[in-house]
């Protein structure tokens, strides 16, 4: 065995030199301050390292720890009394054993094997538990990718609003909920008037501005709970949980009042045609997406910058009625 000896006491090294050629040990070099045995142990590159822990420079337990943070090797410390908190601190530090002086021959044989042993069994232990946390870290990479690209799929690239996917995903636990509740649901489907205007008069770039405009402005008015979706073009829809029509109707006005100023702003010069439909757990997608898009229809027809509200049962609509948004 190769073995690299770091102490300073001459008289000790010397003894040290002796006792391991005799054992039929290769003292390969002799460090005489922590740093030259961080140092030595890169470049010569020992089976095993004899460390004094009373050291210049850089004591035995630093240089410890820069020896398996740099180039692992198995390390027996040498100390001058058996103190349960410097033997603790050393083999903390990375050290496989320890002796303590007067050193006597017949120790080294054993405490190496000891040493090597310990080193092998640590070095084994960490390589599983790195590979488990590589594991473990590529399993969250996965999972965070894979939700990433879940969300991607469900939101609308322009305004990040969610998508018809999101939207119908969304609406059919709502739905569930307000079945198993007897909850109301709101659903709103708004179309922005005179949208091709804009696109042929100031571009395709402003028709998008005010597309993420309105979003934008939905998302900051409505609750955490309700949902903005953007299903093509320039429709978007709105699910407004636990809210029935009663709640809907002043807090709707509201907000596309404050629609309307935006779509006054010069280069918009728009209004909103909105359909307003909802149930009381009773109703399905369908039924309230179709009834919520011919009350928007009804709204359109009718001027355009209105809403028009109505009721669902089951698959009908009733109580169809309208109010101006401004």
Same mark, same amino acid.
């Given at each position: /065995?190769?073995?690299?000896i770091c102490?300073?006491?001459?008289?000790?090294?010397?003894?040290?030199?002796?006792a391991l050629?005799?054992?039929?040990?290769?003292?390969?070099g002799?460090?005489v301050?922590g740093?030259e045995?961080?140092?030595?142990n890169?470049e010569?590159?020992?089976d095993?390292i004899?460390? %004094?822990?009373m050291m #210049?420079v850089?004591?035995?337990?630093?240089?410890t720890?820069?020896i /398996?943070?740099?180039?692992p090797?198995p390390v027996?410390?040498?100390?001058?009394?058996?103190?349960?908190?410097?033997?603790d601190?050393?083999?903390?530090?990375?050290?496989s054993?320890?002796?303590?002086?007067p050193?006597a021959?017949?120790?080294?044989? #054993?405490?190496?094997?000891?040493?090597?042993?310990?080193?092998?069994e640590?070095?084994a232990?960490? =390589?599983?538990?790195q590979?488990?946390?590589a594991e473990?870290?590529?399993?969250?990479?996965?999972?965070?990718a894979?939700?990433?690209a879940?969300?991607?799929?469900?939101?609308?690239?322009?305004?990040?609003?969610?998508n018809?996917?999101?939207l /119908?995903e969304r609406?059919?636990?709502?739905?569930?909920?307000s079945?198993?509740s007897?909850s #109301?649901?709101?659903?709103?489907?708004? %179309?922005?008037d005179h949208?091709?205007?804009?696109?042929d008069?100031?571009?395709?770039?402003?028709?998008?501005?005010?597309?993420?405009?309105i =979003?934008?402005?939905?998302?900051?008015?409505?609750?955490?709970?309700?949902l903005v979706?953007?299903i093509?073009g %320039?429709?978007?829809v709105?699910?407004? #949980?636990?809210?029935?029509?009663?709640?809907?109707?002043?807090?709707?006005?509201?907000?596309?009042?404050g629609?309307?100023l935006?779509?006054?702003?010069?280069?918009?010069?728009?209004?909103?045609?909105?359909?307003?439909?909802?149930s009381a757990g009773?109703?399905?997608?369908?039924?309230l997406?179709?009834?919520?898009?011919?009350a /928007?229809?009804?709204?359109?027809?009718?001027?355009?910058?209105?809403?028009?509200f109505v009721?669902?049962?089951?698959?009908?609509?009733?109580g169809?009625?309208?109010?101006?948004a401004?």
């Open positions: /065995m190769r073995v690299l102490e300073d006491q001459n008289l000790t090294a010397a003894w040290l030199e002796k050629a005799r054992a039929g040990h290769e003292p390969v002799r460090a301050d740093a045995a961080v140092r030595m890169r010569l590159e020992p095993l004899l460390m %004094d822990v #210049p850089l004591d035995g337990i630093a240089a720890q820069q /398996m943070a740099e180039r090797t027996v410390i040498i100390t001058g009394r058996a103190d349960p908190s410097t033997v601190a050393a083999l903390q530090a990375g050290a054993a320890y002796l303590v002086k050193l021959e017949p120790q080294l044989g #054993p405490t190496f094997a000891t040493a090597t042993a310990r080193f092998r640590r070095q232990l960490d =390589a599983i538990q590979r488990l946390t473990e870290q590529s399993r969250r990479e996965a999972e965070a894979a939700d990433a879940r969300i991607e799929s469900l939101t609308d690239p322009l305004t990040k609003a969610a018809r996917r999101g /119908m609406l059919d636990l709502e739905l569930a909920r079945a198993r007897g #109301p649901l709101t659903v709103v489907l708004l %179309d922005v949208f091709k205007q804009v696109n008069r100031w571009g395709h770039h402003t028709g998008d501005r005010l597309l993420r405009d =979003a934008e402005y939905l998302r900051h008015e409505l609750r955490k709970v309700d979706a953007r093509g %320039d429709e978007f709105i699910l407004l #949980p636990d809210t029935g029509s009663d709640v809907s109707q002043n807090f709707l006005v509201r907000i596309f009042k629609l309307h935006l779509g006054s702003r010069e280069r918009y010069r728009v209004t909103f045609s909105v359909g307003v439909a909802t009773v109703a399905t997608a369908d039924s997406i179709r009834a919520a898009d011919e /928007m229809y009804t709204s359109k027809l009718t001027g355009g910058g209105r809403l028009t009721e669902v049962v089951g698959s009908r609509a009733e169809c009625y309208q109010r101006a401004i």
